[in-house]
């Protein structure tokens, strides 16, 4: 059975529909390799149940997003955020853990806005550890040079159990940071401003053993290097934007947001929680608070109710979808009245 709800929460999560201008017919074959990867089963399904074998109460989860930089988007998108705070709070009411969000300081007013929105505070981690108040949230240096002590003390300091990346740009084989076109983010060629490689974050958590997931795109996100030749080969300049940077499990998706809610699902279904799936109305509020805050719709750069393109009313018959296929795979099996 979590393979059934599985395959059918993959599939709504692999829905491509975008302009035909952006990178298109990618997501099949970059979902096929990740399946491969993943032993032959669904890809959502399998990122719920390391979450839920690795994480229990009191364990901290760090939940990595965050990406757009100045001048277009100088706080981020409104792809990441969302999802992120989405699946926090899942891994918050279902499985006792403690997210802390783990980003760039550009990108912190969306994520925590995001978080509220969803019903997750965010606070000093001593009081969402010692409490189990809600989330907390790490903001990265703003000095490429400082971020390998910083990593080490963090994983000093938190001891995480598990590490889940949406939306959250790694660096390729030449050691740069890339847009979906392939534009560097870092580096001598960049037009960009402020990017920061926390990449080494969860390349730190595979060196230690502990469990990552990986949410995206298009290829550039973390945990895509699982699936690198298949990227390479799937994405215009794919050797360019590819991320080297691994994880346990890769989930592609038409947009990162969809890959958290599609994880959420999931958990749910294990958790046999179904209320726990956010609603159509909750998304509607989320991401008005994290375009609000700052964070803009990647395709056109606006404060406009969209995300990558999409309608926002889009993102929330998703969620009622997703809704129902959970609760009808965990209600008594039946025929109705006139079968």
Same mark, same amino acid.
């Given at each position: ?17 975008? $302009? ?23 890809? @959502? ?17 760090? %939940? ?6 100045? &001048? ?21 009411? *279902? ?10 300081? /550009? ?26 108040? *809600? ?41 740069? %940071? ?5 534009? &560097?983010?870092? *580096? &001598? ?5 402020? /990017?920061?490689?926390?990449?080494? %974050?969860? @390349? ?22 699982t699936i690198y030749d298949a990227v390479v080969k799937t994405m215009p300049k794919g050797k360019a934007l590819a991320t080297v940077v691994k994880t346990d ?10 890959? /958290? ?12 929680? &179904?209320?726990?799936?956010? @609603? ?9 608070? /994290?375009?609000?805050?700052? *964070? ?6 606006? @404060?406009?109710f969209f995300v990558d393109g999409l309608d926002g009313e889009t993102s929330m018959a998703f969620m009622q979808i997703l809704s129902n296929i959970v609760r009808? $795979? ?10």
């Open positions: 059975m979590p393979d059934f709800v599985g395959e059918a929460i993959d599939r709504l999560v692999t829905i491509e529909a975008k $302009n035909r201008g952006m990178p298109h017919g990618i997501l099949l074959p970059m979902y096929d390799a990740a399946r491969r990867a993943a032993g032959g089963r669904p890809v @959502t399904m399998v990122a719920a149940e390391g979450l839920k074998q690795h994480l229990g109460r009191g364990d901290v989860v760090f %939940v990595m997003t965050g990406a757009g930089y100045e &001048p277009t988007m100088p706080k981020g998108e409104s792809d990441g955020p969302p999802g992120a705070a989405a699946l926090a709070r899942i891994l918050y009411r *279902g499985l006792g853990a403690i997210p802390v969000f783990v980003n760039e300081e /550009c990108h912190a007013d969306p994520i925590v806005a995001s978080s509220e929105a969803a019903g997750l505070m965010v606070k000093p981690f001593a009081q969402a550890r010692d409490r189990h108040l *809600g989330a907390a949230i790490v903001n990265a240096p703003t000095r490429q040079s400082e971020i390998k002590s910083w990593i080490a003390r963090l994983f000093e300091d938190y001891k995480p159990k598990a590490v889940v990346s949406a939306e959250r740009l790694g660096a390729g084989a030449d050691g740069n %940071v890339h847009t979906a076109t392939g534009l &560097p983010l870092t *580096g &001598p060629d960049s037009q960009f401003e402020g /990017c920061i490689d926390i990449g080494d %974050v969860v @390349t730190e958590a595979n060196r230690r053993g502990i469990f990552s997931v990986g949410i995206g795109d298009h290829g550039n996100e973390l945990g895509f290097g499990v890769v989930v592609p998706a038409m947009m990162s947001n969809w890959g /958290c809610y599609g994880i959420e699902g999931c958990l749910a279904f294990l958790l046999r929680r &179904p209320e726990l799936i956010h @609603t159509p109305e909750m998304e509607k509020r989320i991401v008005q608070a /994290c375009l609000d805050a700052g *964070g803009l719709e990647a395709m056109y750069c606006t @404060t406009d009808k $795979n965990l209600e008594p099996p039946g025929t109705g009245l006139t079968h």
